[in-house]
C-alpha cells in the first residue's frame, strides 16, 4: 500500500510515526464499530492510532478539555470525534474545537469554507470517499446530472460541494422536496445521504442511473409470515440496509454500491489520506 511505504520513508529517516486520535463518548454499538474500524485501519499503514472512549455522562466541557491537550500535543497529529454524540452536548462546538491543523474528516468551519472555495483543506471524509469510489469505478461525472438526497452538514451539504467541483449539476431533495420522485427520476447519478431505510424504490430511478447508498439503517430481520426474527436471547435480530431498495434499483441501474461494504471502506481510506495529509504539514515532510 503506497501510504504504509511513504511512513516506513518516513520513519526511516527520523520522523515520527502519524498519530491519529479518535474519540468515542459513550458505547453506541454502530459508532464502537467504525472507530474499530478506522483504528485498524490505521495502524494496519504504519500509524500510531489511539481510541479514546470516553462515558456516556462526560460532560461537553471535560470532552473540550481533552480535545484542548489534543490540539496542543505536538505529537497528535489527526483528531477525530465520532458522530452522534450524547443528545447532552453540542456538536458543532465540539467541531469549533477541534484544531483546524488536526481536523481529519472537516468538521471545524475554517475547514468547511476552505472546502466550498476550493482551497486546500481536509476533504469530508465519507463525500469524498463517494467522490474516490465513483472514480474507481470509472464513472464520469463532468456534466452528469447529480441529485443529492440528504442535507446534513455531514455528507450532503459537502458532497454537492465536491460533485460541483467535479463539473456536475448538483440538485439536492430533502424532507420538504414535495415530490422527490420527480426529481430523482431527471439524476444520471443518484445519491442518497437521507437515512431512511426504502426510501428509493425502482419507480424513483430512470434507466442506466448510477446510484450511490450512504444509508446505514438497521432494520429487523423478518420471517416467511412477516413478523420479527429473534435470537437465542430474545433479543430480535437485524440487519444493516441502505436507503435504496437494492433489489428494484439495481434492475435499472448501470451501477449501485452495496450496503454494507461499498461507501463505508471509502470513508476510512480517505480518514486515513488526510490523517497522512495533516502529518507531512504538521512534520514537513
Known amino acids: 500500500m503506497r501510504l504504509r ?43 500510531r492510532s489511539t481510541i479514546e472512549l470516553l462515558p456516556e455522562d462526560t460532560t461537553q466541557q471535560q470532552l473540550l478539555a481533552r480535545l484542548a491537550i489534543h490540539n496542543a500535543d505536538p505529537g497528535v497529529h489527526s483528531i477525530l470525534v465520532q458522530l452522534p454524540l450524547p443528545g447532552h452536548m453540542d456538536e458543532q462546538q465540539v467541531a469549533e474545537s477541534i484544531s483546524p491543523l488536526k481536523d481529519v474528516d472537516c468538521f471545524h468551519p475554517e475547514n468547511v469554507g476552505r472546502v466550498a472555495l476550493g482551497l486546500p483543506a481536509p476533504r469530508p471524509a465519507t ?43 448538483v440538485c439536492y431533495c430533502h424532507s420538504r422536496t414535495p415530490d422527490i420522485g420527480a426529481v430523482t427520476r431527471q439524476a444520471d447519478i443518484l445519491i442518497s445521504a437521507a437515512g431512511r431505510a426504502g426510501l428509493v424504490t425502482g419507480d ?29 436471547q430474545g433479543e430480535p435480530r437485524m440487519q444493516l440496509v441502505g436507503d435504496l431498495l437494492f433489489d428494484e434499483v439495481a434492475e435499472k441501474a448501470s451501477w449501485i454500491s452495496p450496503v454494507p461494504g461499498g461507501v463505508g471502506p471509502m470513508t476510512i481510506a480517505t480518514v486515513l489520506e488526510n490523517t497522512v495529509a495533516l502529518y507531512r504539514r504538521i512534520e514537513g515532510v
Open 5 to 47: 511505504r511513504q511512513i516506513r520513508r518516513w520513519v526511516a529517516d527520523g520522523h515520527p510515526q502519524p498519530h491519529a486520535v479518535f474519540m468515542q463518548v459513550g458505547d453506541n454499538p454502530a459508532s464502537s464499530q467504525y472507530v474499530g474500524m478506522k483504528n485498524r485501519q490505521a495502524e494496519k499503514i504504519g500509524c
Open 127 to 169: 463525500p469524498q470517499g463517494i467522490i474516490n469510489l465513483l472514480d474507481a469505478s470509472g464513472i464520469e461525472l463532468q456534466g452528469r446530472h447529480a441529485v443529492v438526497l440528504g442535507r446534513s452538514n455531514l455528507v450532503g451539504k459537502p458532497l454537492g460541494l465536491l460533485l460541483l467541483e467535479r463539473n456536475c449539476t
Open 204 to 232: 424513483m430511478v430512470k434507466q442506466g442511473v448510477v446510484a450511490v447508498d450512504v444509508g446505514t439503517n438497521f432494520v429487523h430481520i423478518l420471517d416467511d409470515a412477516g413478523e420479527p426474527e429473534y435470537d437465542e
